[in-house]
């Protein structure tokens, strides 16, 4: 039996045995572009306006979205939660004109499991596509900061309904709080082995143990509680090196990868 923080293979199929996307944009060529590039893959749909969209939201429930936030009558980021709740297992990768801090991080709190440009490369999209479905949050390296800068920023007034969440932090073993501050930098597996002098497998059973006591289902809750109860990353002794490629997607992903 699948333990809960494994990736469990889709169950939602059509009849070819393929994974359904769903291609949401107004802009003919857009829509082309990306179905050219995982056509193979997937089983692809399009729409071009906001009422088939939800039509076929509900009906079909793809396993993924590629929704243009400029889609005529969808109302942008701001809507997006009610296109989500018409198929909440539906993973919805927000395709913006020109990336936005602000906006990305309100598609993710909306719901969105990605969020991009629209002239996204092909290769790109299909990595995305693929991420997404098996339980990243597929982002620019850029929008990792500002995400983290908002959660860092909030703040509880009162901490009584955390007292649990509290608890279960002083629970933790010393290297579960290694990984744990590491998280909360952003920091992917295999960084936090390197750090850590460990394996990625023993950073994916910490992981592993992390989600179970604190609760939490996916890396993005796991950051947000973190934050919430005040736990900040600390200096470590050793160096990250710096990334000297272009940009990493996937950077937070919401169960330990394989």
């Known amino acids: 039996m699948l333990n809960q923080y494994e990736r469990p293979r889709p169950e ?24 050219h590039r995982l056509q193979d893959a ?7 306006e906001r009422r088939a969209l939800e039509q076929i939201m509900r009906h079909l429930k793809p396993h993924v979205l590629l929704l243009d936030l400029c889609l005529p009558g969808l109302g942008g980021v701001r809507h997006m939660a009610r296109i989500q709740r018409l198929s909440p297992r539906t993973k919805i990768i927000a395709l913006a004109p020109r990336a936005d801090d602000r906006e990305g991080v309100s598609a993710l709190e909306a719901g969105a499991k990605g969020y991009y440009t629209r002239d ?12 997404v479905e098996a339980g990243e949050i597929w982002i620019q390296r850029r929008l990792v900061t500002a995400l983290l800068e908002t959660l860092r920023s909030m703040k509880r007034p009162l901490r009584r309904h955390s007292s649990k969440a509290a608890s279960r932090l002083q629970g933790l073993t010393p290297r579960e709080y290694q990984v744990a501050e590491l998280i909360t930098t952003g920091a992917r597996n295999k960084e936090i082995a390197r750090r850590l002098n460990i394996t990625e497998r023993t950073v994916k059973a910490h992981l592993t143990e992390l989600f179970r006591n604190l609760n939490v289902t996916d890396r993005l809750q796991l950051v947000v509680l973190l934050n919430r109860e005040g736990l900040r990353p600390a200096a470590l002794p050793v160096e990250v090196a710096h990334d000297r490629s272009p940009v990493h997607e996937g950077v937070l992903e919401e169960q330990p990868s394989n």
């Open 12 to 35: 939602r199929r059509i009849a070819n045995g393929k994974i359904t996307v769903l291609v949401a944009s107004a802009v003919t060529e857009k829509r082309r572009r990306w179905e």
């Open 42 to 48: 997937y089983a692809i749909c399009e729409v071009g």
């Open 120 to 131: 996204i490369e092909p290769g790109q999209l299909l990595k995305a596509v693929e991420g």
